[in-house]
C-alpha cells in the first residue's frame, strides 16, 4: 500500500497543470491556543503537549460550496456556543449553517478554559456571547487564509484502547461503572485526510469512541488522551498539519486503563493506593458530590496521570497516522452537500435520586429534540448528533448507511436536553448514564438511525 500510495503521489505531481485544472477542491487549517490562565494552585507541568487546550478548524471549497468542520478541547458545545458561532461562520464564509460541524474532544479535564468560566449566563439572553464563540471564529477565518489545492481521502483501522463501561459489580451483583469487555465496543478509528499539491497532509480528522475521563476530578488542564491524539499527530509531520480528533459514540465507552485516574482521585480523598486498579465508583463519589475536602494529589501520582494519556495518544496517534500512510483514493473535486434536521422523543423526568444499581422512579417530561446532520464530501458521509449517543446506535447506522465511508461524530453542533441516549436494548441496566437519561424508551434509536439514513438519502440529490 505504501509504494501503490508512492506511486500515486508521483503521478499526481506529474500531471502538473492539468491536474490543477482539475482540482477544484481547496481547504485550509488552522489551531489556536485558548489554554485557560495558570492556576497557581495546578501549575502544568510544561512535560506534556496535552496540557494545552486549542480550537482547531478545517475549511473547504470546492468552488461552488463551503464547509468548516471545527473541533474544541472542550466538554461540550454548548448550545449558545452552537447557535452564535454557526450564524457568524455561515456569514463568513457564505455559506449554509448546515455546511458547519462543530464538535468538542468532551475532555473532562479542561471546564477553565473557553467560554466555560461564564456558563452560569448560557440561558440569558441578554448576556454576551461565551469567549469559545470568537476562539471559533477567529480559528476559522485563519483556515480560511490558508486554503490551497487538495485532495480528500478516508480510511478505518482499529484500536482496542476503548472498553465499554456498563457492568455488573462481581461483589454486590448491581450495575456500575467499570469495564465490560463482552459489551458492545466500537474499536474503529475513522481518518479523513486532506492532502496538498505536495503530497503533504494539510489537515486530518480523527474519530474514535472513548471518553476523555482520565483527568476528572483530577485539578489539572489537559485536553487528555484526545488533545495529546492531535498533537502526537501534528509533531509528526512537523507542525505542517492540523488534527482534529471528534468523538465518536461513546457515550458507553471508557479508556480501558483507568488506574492512573482512580489513584489521582484517591490521592485527593485519602483512599489508600495499593497499586492495583481501584473500583471506580467508590474512589469518584467522594470527590465527586463533595463528601470529602479534598488535598492537593500527588505529584507523582499526577505525573503518572499524565503520561498514561501521553501514552495513549501516542498508540492512537500511530493508529491513525497508519491509517492515513494506506490511504490511496483521493478525491481532488468532491461534491459537498450538507443537511440537518430535529427528531423529537417522548421525554421523562426522574423522581428519584440514585447514582446507580437500582431502578430508577419517573414522570412524563417534556418531549427531547435531538439535532441531526450529514455532511456528504463526496463518497464520504460524516453524520453528526447533539448529545451522547451509545455504541450501538452508531454501529448500527454505520452498517444500514448506503455509503461506505461513513462515519459519526457525537457531541456536535449544540448540547441536546436528552442527557446520554442508550440504545434500545441498554434500557434495561441501571448504570448512569441510562437512570438519568431524559429520554422514554423505544424511541431515540430508530429516529436517530431512521434521520440520518433519510439525511444521508437527501444530500445525494
Known amino acids: 500500500m505504501r509504494n501503490a500510495r508512492i506511486l500515486s503521489a508521483v503521478m499526481f505531481l506529474s500531471l502538473g497543470s492539468l491536474v490543477s485544472a ?54 461540550n458545545t ?94 454486590t451483583r448491581l450495575w456500575t461503572q467499570a469495564p465490560n469487555l463482552d459489551g458492545p465496543s466500537d474499536k474503529t478509528v475513522a481518518v479523513l485526510e486532506f492532502l496538498a499539491a505536495n503530497n503533504q497532509p494539510i489537515a486530518v480528522y480523527i474519530d474514535y469512541a472513548m471518553h476523555p475521563v482520565n483527568g476528572y476530578l483530577s485539578s489539572i488542564t489537559s485536553a487528555d488522551f484526545a488533545g495529546a491524539t492531535s ?61 470529602v475536602n479534598a488535598v492537593p494529589p500527588d505529584p507523582q501520582v499526577v505525573d503518572n496521570l499524565e503520561h498514561v494519556m501521553d501514552s495513549e495518544g501516542v498508540l492512537l496517534g500511530e493508529e491513525a497516522i497508519r491509517v492515513m500512510s494506506n490511504i490511496t483514493q483521493l478525491n481532488p473535486d468532491p461534491r459537498i452537500t450538507a443537511a ?40 464520504i458521509a460524516l453524520a453528526s448528533v447533539d448529545a451522547e449517543v451509545y455504541s450501538a446506535i452508531a454501529t448500527r447506522f454505520k452498517k444500514e448507511s448506503p455509503l461506505a465511508d461513513t462515519f459519526v461524530v457525537t457531541l456536535a453542533n449544540g448540547t441536546a436536553n436528552s442527557g446520554y441516549i442508550p440504545n434500545d436494548a441498554a434500557f434495561g441496566a441501571q448504570t448512569f448514564q441510562v437512570l438519568s ?25
Open 231 to 291: 498533537r502526537y499527530v501534528e509533531q509528526a509531520f512537523a507542525d505542517k498539519t492540523v488534527a482534529l480528533f471528534v468523538q465518536g459514540a461513546s457515550g458507553d465507552q471508557n479508556p480501558l486503563y483507568l488506574r492512573a485516574g482512580t489513584n489521582t482521585m484517591a490521592s485527593q480523598s485519602g483512599v489508600p493506593i495499593t497499586g492495583y486498579v481501584l473500583t471506580r465508583e467508590p474512589v469518584e463519589a467522594p470527590l465527586r458530590d463533595k463528601k
Open 437 to 461: 437519561s431524559r429520554l422514554k424508551p423505544g424511541c431515540a434509536e430508530n429516529a436517530i438511525v431512521d434521520g440520518l439514513l433519510d439525511l444521508v438519502s437527501s444530500t445525494a440529490k
Open 78 to 171: 454548548p448550545e449558545v456556543v452552537w447557535r452564535t458561532a454557526s450564524k457568524q461562520i455561515a456569514t463568513e464564509l457564505n455559506c449554509p449553517v448546515e455546511n458547519i460541524v462543530i464538535s468538542a474532544t468532551h475532555t473532562h479535564s479542561g471546564w477553565g478554559a473557553g467560554g466555560f468560566p461564564g456558563m452560569r449566563a448560557l440561558n440569558d439572553p441578554n448576556a454576551p456571547p461565551p469567549p469559545l464563540v470568537g476562539q471559533i471564529l477567529n480559528v476559522v477565518r485563519q483556515a480560511k487564509t490558508n486554503l490551497q489545492p487538495a485532495r480528500v481521502g478516508f480510511g478505518t483501522g482499529k484500536s482496542y484502547l476503548n472498553v465499554n463501561r456498563d457492568a455488573i459489580d462481581t461483589k
Open 22 to 75: 482539475q482540482s477544484n477542491l481547496r481547504v485550509g487549517a488552522a489551531r489556536l491556543d485558548i489554554t485557560p490562565a495558570l492556576d497557581p494552585a495546578h501549575p502544568p507541568s510544561g512535560k506534556y503537549a496535552h496540557e494545552k487546550l486549542y480550537v482547531r478548524a478545517i475549511v473547504l471549497d470546492n468552488g461552488s460550496q463551503r464547509a468548516a468542520l471545527i473541533a474544541a478541547d472542550q466538554a
Open 340 to 379: 440537518q434536521k430535529t427528531v423529537t422523543c417522548p421525554g421523562r423526568k426522574r423522581t428519584d435520586t440514585g447514582r446507580e444499581g437500582m431502578a430508577g422512579s419517573y414522570q412524563d417530561g417534556d418531549p427531547v429534540n435531538i439535532r441531526l446532520g450529514v455532511m456528504r464530501i463526496g463518497d
